[in-house]
């Protein structure tokens, strides 16, 4: 069965960096785009980043020139690497795929910036 695991979370400081990894499991992991989302406490899941299965990628604003996704297809894994991290990141972050016309989504891995 399709399994995402996220790991990486933790507590950092504003201006830190985090790396954010999901391991991919029970689906033919090169032949899919994935994506990480958030969700704040409060507030409704939003989209972070996306990437394709030929390697584009996309980003909300609010993380444009700060986060990277990237992806492994050899290892079946995609991660977010978050620079100059903010107050506004904390947030639960989970990894997601669609694969056979069905969404998944990890466990999620909470992120705290705070000093």
């Known amino acids: 069965q399709v399994q995402l695991v996220e790991s990486g979370g933790g507590l950092v400081e504003p201006g830190g960096s985090l790396r954010l990894s999901c391991a991919a499991s029970?689906?033919?992991?090169?032949?899919?785009?994935m994506s990480w989302h958030r969700q704040a406490p409060g507030k409704e899941r939003e989209l972070v980043a996306t990437?394709?299965?030929?390697?584009?990628?996309g980003y909300a604003d609010s993380v444009k020139g700060r986060f990277t996704i990237s992806r492994d297809n050899v290892r079946n894994t995609v991660g977010l690497q978050m620079n100059s991290l903010k107050p506004e990141d904390t947030a639960v972050y989970y990894c997601?795929?669609?694969?056979?016309?069905?969404?998944?989504w990890g466990q999620g891995t909470q992120v705290t910036v705070s000093s």
């Open positions: 997601h795929g669609f694969v056979g016309l069905r969404h998944y």
């Open positions: 029970g689906f033919t992991f090169s032949g899919y785009g």
């Open positions: 990437i394709s299965i030929g390697g584009s990628t």
